[in-house]
């Protein structure tokens, strides 16, 4: 079970994550809801395609563009279409606990 917590707040919980490029994948229904606001921010990556990221909020604090997806990625990245990732230099700990 991979956990995505936030200042001590669980954000994201799953057993089915897809790991890719040092980053787990959480699918989008795994994520606290309220826990993602949409940021103005893409990126490109020339194999997965564009990202969407996200501003992360929990326990009082907020991380901008801590998460990231790919809402439509390129089929060599369809595993993680709409998946969400945290970065862990924003203060978001990805762990692996029971449930």
Do not use: Q
């Not at 787990?24 to 606290?32: D, G, I, L, Q, R």
């Amino acid at each position: 079970m991979m956990t995505a917590s936030f200042h001590g707040t669980v954000i994201a919980r799953s057993e089915n994550t897809v790991y890719l490029e040092g980053n787990h994948y959480f699918p989008p229904e795994s994520v606290t809801p309220g826990a993602l606001e949409k940021s103005w921010l893409r990126t490109l990556c020339y194999w997965k395609g564009i990202a969407r990221y996200y501003h992360v909020s929990a326990a009082g604090r907020r991380a901008a563009n801590a998460a990231w997806a790919y809402p439509y990625p390129s089929p060599l990245a369809r595993k993680i279409k709409a998946h969400v990732a945290f970065d862990p230099g924003s203060g978001i700990h990805i762990d692996n606990k029971p449930a």
